[in-house]
Nanobody, 118 residues
Framework: EVQLVESGGGLVQPGGSLKLSCVASGFVFSWFDMSWVRQAPGKGLERVSAISGGGANTYYAESVKGRFAISRDNAKNTLYLQLNSLKTEDTAMYYC???????????RGQGTQVTVSS
């Protein structure tokens, strides 16, 4: 059974940083591209970032480019998202997804809430 468990969210002031983690189990983690998506209140899913199985290729949405960094540790079956220079518009539930495109029908975790507020 595929399990994805996110953590690391919280309340942070604008300009602050957080590091999200997603621990995977139930599949061969290194074989799969992974992504992060987010959903703000009242809005649809937004694909934020993605990384290939080996970590060589990455993708960032324009809204987060230069501020967020995706990485993975295949030995630890863990996906990361470093969030820097946070803005209020980054407030959302963040999910890790077991595919490159962050599609709605793909397996994902329960999410971790990021709230950016002064």
């Amino acid at each position: 059974e595929v399990q994805l468990v996110e953590s690391g969210g919280g309340l942070v002031q604008p300009g602050g940083s957080l590091k999200l983690s997603c621990v995977a189990s139930g599949f061969v983690f290194s074989w799969f591209d992974m992504s992060w998506v987010r959903q703000a209140p009242g809005k649809g899913l937004e694909r934020v970032s993605a990384i290939s199985g080996g970590g060589a290729n990455t993708y960032y949405a324009e809204s987060v480019k230069g501020r967020f960094a995706i990485s993975r540790d295949n030995a630890k079956n863990t996906l990361y998202l470093q969030l820097n220079s946070l803005k209020t518009e980054d407030t959302a539930m963040y999910y890790c997804v077991k595919d490159w495109y962050g599609r709605e029908g793909s397996e994902r975790g329960q999410g971790t809430q990021v709230t950016v507020s002064s």
